[in-house]
């Protein structure tokens, strides 16, 4: 189940000016001689203030686990608020109140004055840019769950904390970042970890990338990377 929830304030100009025939023509010429005609002018639109949006899906698992048969369990309950973009800047936080650590992302991002919307600085805590399949956010997967490459071996949709630059263009987009490197919200790697993803997609509908990591070593020092391809195509009921 999916469940969204905006907050915000909007205003819409009402056309004040009255019409020709509802005001005598003796009054309307003494308010002209007093004061000059003024065109009216429509008040700004205010953007909202704060977004809220919240992901609950609960599971139904009909095997028999340690919590007993047929046990209802929450998978995610994501909580998102954003704010408002001003000057280029946004942010916006997400926490989960069953997972752990529950500050699942934590992100203040910069669109550089001149650039694309798409070009973006940002730091705090997010996903690693690796691989398409772990940036669709949850509640948009195509399947119930994402692949066991991702759940348990962990190669994607790992959250770190880090600084990363990206940029999209008509049928390019790229991302590179530096991270902590020790693990889902952990500090204090002495070496960084380095995410690199690009992207493209020349034909409607087909997306291919590759994307390298190189990780922290493990513990006994051996090298800990990874490098991947993808390869996606989008069809579109008629």
Known sequence: AVIGCFLGTATRAEDSAASPGSVPAPVAAAVSTLAPASTPTSPPVTAPSLVFNTLLQVWFEDVAVARGPGAFRFRRSEFKVSG??????????????????????????????????????????????????????S?????????????????SEVRDFGAQASSAWELVTFAAGVFDGVGQGALAAKR?????????????????????????????GEPNGQAGVELGWTVKAA
């Open 84 to 137: 408002p973009v001003k000057d280029g800047w946004a942010w916006w936080t997400v926490f989960d109140p069953m997972a752990a650590p529950n500050l699942k992302e934590g992100v203040i991002a910069l669109t550089p004055p001149g650039a694309a919307a798409g070009c973006r600085i940002q730091v705090g805590r997010f996903k690693h840019a690796f691989g398409a399949e772990g940036l669709v956010p």
């Open 192 to 220: 960084k970890a380095v995410v690199v993803r690009a992207a493209a997609g020349p034909v409607a509908g087909l997306t291919w990338g590759a994307a390298w990591r190189n990780d922290r070593p493990g513990p006994l």
């Open 139 to 155: 509640g948009q997967l195509d399947a119930v769950e994402r692949p066991m490459m991702n759940t348990r071996l962990r190669w």
